[in-house]
């Protein structure tokens, strides 16, 4: 801990997506280390695809986590593939190019787990990452993430200039995106059967067969891996963050119903894509390189997150 506080104590940093479900708690954990100063651009003032926008953003500014990001689920992916490509390529290249500009002296940039191939073996190698193209239903999103690896590597290249790259998998916990237009399988399972229930409704339909299987990272381990890689991690190669643990969606939903206290049915509605098939990381290389390791069992981070949801309705 007086360690992270020394290498944060006098550093200006940017968070971009500060105020988003990953940033609110980065944000906060941020906090307990003192930086000189945090700053959070609002995007009703900054459109980080404009990069005259992303020069006043990292004007002065020591150190940038990159959270800005236009994402969500599956549904949302199919119905938004040309937004969610444009705006995560224009956000990508235009905030690395002002943060060199501005001399920036790190940039930590978040990408995803969709940039992997639709067949990798399991568990995913980051040196596996350009050996296919990626499952067609997010592929727009994880290869625009993928544009901002390359210009990272590039930079490093040619300018010396430090720039991280880590391969984030799907992250829950309290307060995360609720909206059944945009979010992710854990909050679109959790709001279907909370309202079952509520409602003494017989069944729960679910996309797919339930046969595909997910890996899951809680939010704030998330922030804290985060925030160890910014501090320990230098190298041009993109490292896995994950909790290493992987899920089919048939059993997601089953111990999401349980721990909700559902007790109709479950109907898989199979005519929907199930997406990528398989999803597991190795994250020997997070724990190796800077000493990362998940502290929230799924199942603690599964209440939590149902509790808040709860509270919050």
């Given at each position: 801990?007086?360690?992270?506080k ?37 995007s ?25 990001a236009?994402?969500?689920?599956i ?65 727009p ?48 399972l ?7 229930k ?7 339909t679910?996309w ?6 997910r890996e ?5 381990d ?13 190298q ?40 990528q ?15 990362f ?21």
């Open positions: 801990m007086e360690n992270q020394k290498y944060w104590q006098n550093k200006k940093v940017v968070i971009t997506g500060g105020a988003g479900f990953l940033g609110q708690h980065l944000v906060k954990k941020l906090k307990l280390f003192n930086p000189k100063h945090i700053f959070i651009p609002q009703s003032i900054y459109d980080l695809r404009q990069f005259k926008q992303c020069l006043k953003v990292f004007k002065n500014c020591d150190l940038v986590i990159h959270l800005a236009n994402v969500g689920g549904g949302y992916n199919q119905t938004y593939p040309a937004d969610l490509f444009d705006d995560n390529v224009l956000i990508g290249i235009n905030c690395l190019r002002a943060a060199r500009q501005t001399k920036v002296k790190k940039f930590v940039t978040i990408g995803t787990v969709c940039s992997y191939p639709k067949h990798t073996s399991v568990p995913f190698k980051e040196e596996d990452l350009w050996q296919g193209y990626p499952e067609e239903t997010n592929a999103y994880g290869i625009a993430k993928l544009v901002s690896l390359v210009q990272a590597q590039a930079y490093r290249q040619q300018y010396g200039f430090n720039a991280i790259h880590l391969l984030q998998v799907n992250l829950y916990g309290p307060g995360d995106n609720f909206n059944p237009k945009s979010s992710h399988v854990i909050p679109a959790i709001k279907k059967f909370v309202k079952a509520e409602k003494n409704q017989p069944s729960v679910i797919g067969t339930g046969k595909a299987t899951f990272l809680y939010v704030e998330a922030a804290e891996g985060i925030l160890m890689a910014a501090e320990k991690y230098n041009k190669e993109p490292i896995n963050l994950g909790s290493g643990k992987e899920i089919s969606i048939r059993q997601l939903a089953k111990t999401i119903k349980i721990l909700i206290g559902y007790t109709g049915k479950i109907v898989w509605d199979k005519t929907k894509p199930d997406g098939p398989k999803r597991r990381l190795d994250v020997s290389k997070a724990r190796k390189q800077f000493g390791q998940v502290k929230t069992s799924f199942e603690t981070g599964l209440t939590k997150t149902i509790d808040w949801y709860k509270q919050n309705l």
